[in-house]
Each structure stands twice: as structure tokens, then as C-alpha cells.
């Protein structure tokens, strides 16, 4: 009996023939690629270009940023002396305001994300009467837009005596409907059912449950919340113009805003470089908010991942 072998000429070649695909598959992967890269640079430059051109812009003086090309820098830098003058100027006002910033969205990100935490637990884990009324009355803040609440918002604190203090930006910062949102669709997946019926039949405590057990599953999530909240209150303008009267308890958004009045109308206490510490000072203010999502980016990454796909 004969075996018949196939030639060594005919299977490597049938192999190439396979794993090679065709001039015209390659072609066509590279015509479907290169509008989306187009597209992503476009976008790229779309998000960059006004971070490049704020910090080629904090480099120069008020004349140099009429007179020299935005996008480059002019003869004579001086990046350092205009941080120097922002620091100093008006006796040092501006690191109170970026402390007060600091303050506001600090406590704001704190608070509004362990609020958000405990009420999205609580309609994820438990059922109670009005259950799904209460939640469609949060989707439904969550289309109301924070200016139409202001107003408002400012007579009810002036009621209660809390205009021009801290509080004033803080407690309606506290608020966050989407961060309820979030958190309950998140709260959903990442706290098992069943670990907290074994808390539970080992005879902890509804409250201690959420606290040893929910907020460390959560924790993805309470940063997510944080990072939203902190950028909100970080660049809320209209609540602390409306709320406050005393230039010390400005945060960073009202301040260089009256600064850029004082360089616009040449009022009291301008100076011929005013407009130039307002660029720095807008540089200055965004550093904090880059760090710290470098610093969180994982974590807020898997909040977003994990609260929007089911197990």
C-alpha cells in the first residue's frame, strides 16, 4: 500500500495564500483608518490648541499679547515674573482665592460623593414605597440646568442668613443628581446581594454594612463623583458671583473675573499688566485640576467601566 505525501512546494504556498491577506483587505483597512486618525487629530488640536495658546500667552506682557503672534512665543519671555506679579499683586489676593477654591471644591467633592454614594446604595439595595417615584424625581433634576436654580437658591440662603460665607457655595454643591445616578447604576454591580445577606446573618448593622463593606466596593465610583464634582465647583462662576460680596472669600473663577473688569475699564488698582496676570492666572488655576486627574485617572476610568456594563 502507498501513502500519498503532499509536496513540500504546494503547502508552504497554500499557507502563504492563507495567512496573507490581499493587497486590496490591506488597502481598504488603511482607507477606513485614516479619516477616524483625521478626525482624532482634529479633535486633539480642537482640545489642545487653547492649553497651548493659555500657556504661551502667560509668558508674555499685556503688550506682547497684542502685538506678537498668539502661538508663539515673544522676544523676551517672562513667565516667572508674571507668576511672581499674580501672587503679589493686590497684596497677595490671588493665593486666597485659589485657597478658597481649593476650600469650596474640596469639601464640595467630598461631601457631594458620599452623599451620592449612600443614596444610590440605598435605592440600589433596598426597595421601599415611592422607590421608583424618587428616582425619576433625580433623572429629573438631572435635565434642570444649576443656573435656574441660583436665584432661588440665593433667597432661600439669604432667609437663612448664609449669604457671603462659604457655605453659600459649599451646601448647594453638595447636591449632585447625576452623581446619584452614577452611583446607584454602580452600586448595582459592584455590591453583591449576597455579601450583604452574609454581613447580615453574622449580625451587622444596615449602617456598618455600607460602611465596611459598600464604600470600600464603591470606591471607583466616589472617585468618579469626586473628579465630576471637584471640576464643577472648581469652574462654577455664577453661584459664588451671586452669593458673595467680599473679595477674600472670592474662589479663582470671580476673582480673575474682576480683575479682567479692573484691566478692561481701568478701575482702581489696574495696572498697565493686569491683563497679563489674568492669563496667568487662568494657567495657574487649571494646574490643580490636570494633577489631579493624572493622580486619579485609573480610578475614574474603572468607575465609568464598571457602572455602565452588566455582570
Known amino acids: 500500500m502507498t501513502t500519498v505525501t503532499p509536496t513540500a512546494s504546494t503547502t508552504p504556498t497554500a499557507k502563504r495564500v492563507d495567512?496573507?491577506?490581499?493587497?486590496?483587505?490591506?488597502?481598504?483597512?488603511?482607507?477606513?483608518?485614516?479619516?477616524?486618525?483625521?478626525?482624532?487629530?482634529?479633535?486633539?488640536?480642537?482640545?489642545?490648541?487653547?492649553?497651548?495658546?493659555?500657556?504661551?500667552a502667560s509668558t508674555k506682557?499685556?503688550?506682547?499679547?497684542?502685538?506678537?503672534?498668539?502661538?508663539?512665543?515673544?522676544?523676551?519671555?517672562?513667565?516667572?515674573?508674571?507668576?511672581?506679579?499674580?501672587?503679589?499683586?493686590?497684596?497677595?489676593?490671588?493665593?486666597?482665592?485659589?485657597?478658597?477654591?481649593?476650600?469650596?471644591?474640596?469639601?464640595?467633592?467630598?461631601?457631594?460623593?458620599?452623599?451620592?454614594?449612600?443614596?444610590?446604595?440605598?435605592?440600589?439595595?433596598?426597595?421601599?414605597?415611592?422607590?421608583?417615584?424618587?428616582?425619576?424625581?433625580?433623572?429629573?433634576?438631572?435635565?434642570?440646568?444649576?443656573?435656574?436654580?441660583?436665584?432661588?437658591?440665593?433667597?432661600?440662603?439669604?432667609?437663612?442668613?448664609?449669604?457671603?460665607t462659604p457655605w453659600a457655595v459649599i451646601l448647594p454643591s453638595l447636591i449632585s443628581p447625576f452623581g446619584l445616578y452614577l452611583m446607584r447604576i454602580y452600586a448595582e454591580d459592584a455590591v453583591p446581594d449576597s455579601l450583604i445577606e452574609a454581613a447580615r446573618m453574622d449580625g451587622a448593622g444596615e449602617f456598618r454594612i455600607f460602611c465596611t463593606i459598600g464604600l470600600r466596593l464603591l470606591a471607583p465610583g466616589l472617585v468618579t463623583v469626586v473628579l465630576f464634582t471637584l471640576v464643577a465647583t472648581w469652574n462654577n462662576y455664577f453661584l459664588p458671583l451671586i452669593m458673595l460680596n467680599d473679595p477674600n472669600l472670592y474662589p479663582i473663577t470671580v476673582g480673575l473675573s474682576s480683575w479682567a473688569a479692573q484691566a478692561q475699564n481701568g478701575g482702581a488698582g489696574a495696572s498697565s499688566d493686569m491683563l497679563a496676570l489674568v492669563v496667568t492666572g487662568s494657567l495657574i488655576s487649571i494646574v490643580p485640576l490636570v494633577l489631579a486627574f493624572l493622580l486619579l485617572q485609573r480610578y475614574w476610568q474603572s468607575g465609568l467601566a464598571t457602572g455602565g456594563v452588566k455582570q
Do not use: C
Open 61 to 164: 506682557s499685556t503688550q506682547d499679547l497684542f502685538n506678537s503672534f498668539g502661538l508663539w512665543f515673544s522676544h523676551a519671555p517672562q513667565l516667572l515674573s508674571n507668576i511672581k506679579a499674580t501672587f503679589t499683586q493686590d497684596d497677595g489676593v490671588f493665593g486666597r482665592w485659589l485657597l478658597n477654591t481649593v476650600l469650596y471644591a474640596g469639601a464640595s467633592a467630598l461631601g457631594a460623593a458620599l452623599l451620592a454614594a449612600a443614596a444610590g446604595y440605598g435605592f440600589a439595595k433596598y426597595r421601599f414605597r415611592g422607590h421608583g417615584a424618587a428616582f425619576n424625581l433625580v433623572l429629573g433634576a438631572i435635565m434642570i440646568p444649576t443656573t435656574a436654580l441660583a436665584i432661588p437658591t440665593y433667597l432661600l440662603f439669604a432667609k437663612a442668613g448664609l449669604v457671603n
Open 19 to 56: 495567512a496573507e491577506p490581499g493587497p486590496s483587505r490591506r488597502s481598504s483597512t488603511r482607507r477606513r483608518s485614516t479619516p477616524l486618525t483625521i478626525a482624532m487629530l482634529a479633535v486633539l488640536a480642537y482640545f489642545l490648541l487653547p492649553l497651548f495658546w493659555l500657556l504661551i
